[in-house]
């Protein structure tokens, strides 16, 4: 499995780049980074469009294929260029993404097309598990300019593993491992749970 790590780059919510804030010292994307390449040989991020900041990285980096399409296009370009015929792909504005927690949901279905989570809030599209046959669904999606990427479980040639609520609170409690930042009251709360779970748990913090 191949880890994709979509890093867009554009934070219209944010007002800057989130890519580069920081958090307990570590910029948002390096935390994901950590976490991503401890656990795949090959870690892939995916950009919207060239970014010379990112040059230094040790892992490849590549530029969407289908531009304009968010996180759908991040998907099928990490796919795209994947080594493995699965990825675990997931957003560099996570800041908990938990390694116990990716481990669990890979071994939980070695060969469905899609896991993905199903949480109250709706299905969980940006930490989750695909493979290449999700390709040409995502090449249609994308061309009948449907951005969801979670319809992707509809389609009809896909075999989709959902993970409920109650699966994942045995590893996740509080489902952290889906918490994203868009907005700088996001990167706040984040900040204050980060603080919280220090003393407790150092280590997933």
Excluded at 57 to 79: E, F, K, Q, S
């Amino acid at each position: 499995m191949t880890g994709v790590l979509l890093a867009g780059g554009k934070s219209r919510r944010m007002g800057q780049d989130k890519r580069f804030l920081e958090l307990e010292g570590r910029t948002l994307l390096e935390r994901a980074l950590a976490v991503l390449e401890a656990l795949f040989s090959e870690v892939i991020v995916v950009v919207a469009e060239p970014a010379p900041q990112l040059s230094g990285l040790r892992h490849r980096v590549v530029t969407d294929l289908i531009p304009n399409c968010a996180a759908l296009g991040g998907l099928y370009t990490g796919l795209s260029f994947a080594g493995q015929p699965r990825v675990f792909a997931a957003g560099c504005d996570m800041p908990f993404l938990d390694p116990a927690a990716i481990k669990w949901m890979i071994g939980l279905d070695q060969h469905s097309d899609i896991v993905m989570a199903q949480l109250a809030s709706g299905l969980q599209p940006m930490h989750a598990i695909y493979s290449k046959a999700c390709l040409p669904d995502l090449e249609r999606m994308a061309a009948a300019h449907n951005l969801k990427v979670q319809d992707l479980c509809q389609a009809s040639g896909l075999s989709a593993r959902l993970v409920s609520e109650d699966e994942i609170r045995g590893i996740d409690p509080q489902f952290l491992s889906f918490l994203n930042v868009n907005t700088p009251a996001d990167l706040e709360f984040a900040r204050k749970l980060a603080a919280g779970r220090r003393p407790q748990d150092g280590r997933r913090a």
